[in-house]
């Protein structure tokens, strides 16, 4: 199974900005990004298609986040911009086994996670 390792988490005060990589050991096909602040389920926060053509995102990121792929490098990326208190969770980058071009929102449906990358939004 390919292995998904995020990076680019930290501390930032509210309005900043970070960008989450996720580093595929291999070929994936659709992804996405979701988080879990404490005390709360994980929810979805944006998908991206195959070819990077199709992204979806969460109404509470929209305008704010945006999520990339580079496939020759295996990765995807979520730049976040004007980062709130709210914001602050263990980010996760997942991905699909379907293969086709299409973007997936169904947390349950992905069947592969990287390890988490925590953000926290200082007020």
């Known amino acids: 199974q390919v292995q998904l390792v995020e990076s680019g988490g930290g501390l930032v005060q509210a309005g900043g900005s970070l960008r989450l990589s996720c580093a595929a050991s291999?070929?994936?096909?659709?992804m996405g990004w979701f988080r879990q602040a404490p005390g709360k389920e994980r929810e979805f926060v944006a998908a991206?298609?195959?070819?990077?053509?199709?992204?979806y995102y969460a109404d509470s990121v929209k305008g704010r986040f945006t999520i990339s792929r580079d496939n020759a490098k295996n990765t995807m990326y979520l730049r976040m911009n004007s980062l709130k208190p709210d914001d602050t969770a263990v980010y996760y980058c997942?991905?699909?086994?379907?293969?086709?071009?299409?973007?997936?929102?169904?947390?349950?449906?992905?069947?592969?996670w990287g390890q988490g990358a925590q953000v926290t939004v200082s007020s």
């Open positions: 291999g070929r994936t096909f659709s």
């Open positions: 991206i298609s195959w070819s990077g053509g199709k992204t």
């Open positions: 997942a991905a699909h086994p379907t293969p086709l071009d299409i973007v997936v929102i169904n947390t349950a449906s992905y069947n592969n």
